[in-house]
């Protein structure tokens, strides 16, 4: 059974920084790739950042590319987010999704999330 936990998230002020992490059970973790979505109140799941397997090519939102970063560590098996210059706007559950894919220019998740973690930013 697959198992993701996320932690890491918190309150900051507009402009600090975050790093998420997430860890991952249940089977080989590096040959999926793993991503991050949000979810804002009131708002759909939107994706956030993704990595392939090997942690060498990795996609961004627009609205977060250049501030955000998305690694893995596949022997910790763990994938991290760092969050940097953070925005009101970035405030949301932060879920860590396993084998997310992109059939064109959307991406889709998995089928396996963690519980989320919450990170709000205060202007």
């Known amino acids: 059974q697959v198992q993701l936990v996320e932690s890491g998230g918190g309150s900051v002020q507009a402009g600090g920084s975050l790093k998420l992490s997430c860890a991952a059970s249940?089977?080989?973790?590096?040959?999926?790739?793993v991503g991050w979505f949000r979810q804002a109140p009131g708002k759909e799941r939107e994706f956030v950042a993704a990595v392939n397997w090997g942690g060498a090519i990795a996609y961004y939102a627009d609205s977060v590319k250049g501030r955000f970063t998305i690694s893995r560590d596949n022997t910790k098996n763990r994938v991290y987010l760092q969050m940097n210059n953070l925005e009101p706007e970035d405030t949301a559950v932060y879920y860590c999704?396993?084998?997310?894919?992109?059939?064109?220019?959307?991406?889709?998740?998995?089928?396996?999330w963690g519980q989320g973690t919450q990170v709000t930013v205060s202007s």
């Open positions: 999704n396993q084998d997310p894919r992109r059939p064109g220019s959307t991406w889709f998740p998995g089928d396996y």
């Open positions: 249940g089977r080989t973790f590096s040959d999926y790739s």
